[in-house]
């Protein structure tokens, strides 16, 4: 059985940054792709990046590039999503997911292992 654990997620003031972790276990991940996604209340929830297992490939929403970065370490079994320059509007729900596919799949109902899903609040 696959467990995700997200943790990082707390409040912080815009421009600062955050690292979010996703621990992972149950199986071997060295097919899978791990993804974040985000929920704002009453939305959606949205694709925010992914990384394959072997570290091959990463893929990034638009409204995030060049300000967060999808990491994992191996040996920890952890994916990680550094934020910076953070924004009232990355408030959120994060979300950390993993399924078999490419790091271009974005849809959330494509995804079976989900985590619980850790705060994230940016203050103006």
């Known amino acids: 059985q696959v467990q995700l654990v997200e943790s990082g997620g707390r409040l912080v003031q815009a421009g600062g940054s955050l690292r979010l972790s996703c621990a992972a276990s149950?199986?071997?991940?060295?097919?899978?792709?791990l993804a974040w996604f985000r929920q704002h209340p009453g939305k959606e929830r949205d694709f925010v990046a992914a990384?394959?297992?072997?570290?091959?490939?990463?893929n990034y929403a638009d409204s995030v590039k060049g300000r967060f970065t999808i990491s994992k370490d191996n040996a920890k079994n952890t994916v990680y999503l550094q934020m910076n320059s953070l924004k009232p509007e990355d408030t959120a729900v994060y979300y950390c997911?993993?399924?078999?596919w490419g790091v271009g799949q974005q849809q959330p109902r494509m995804y079976a292992y989900w985590g619980q899903g850790t705060q994230v609040t940016v203050s103006s």
């Open positions: 997911a993993a399924d078999r």
């Open positions: 149950g199986r071997t991940f060295s097919t899978y792709t």
């Open positions: 990384i394959t297992w072997d570290g091959g490939s990463s």
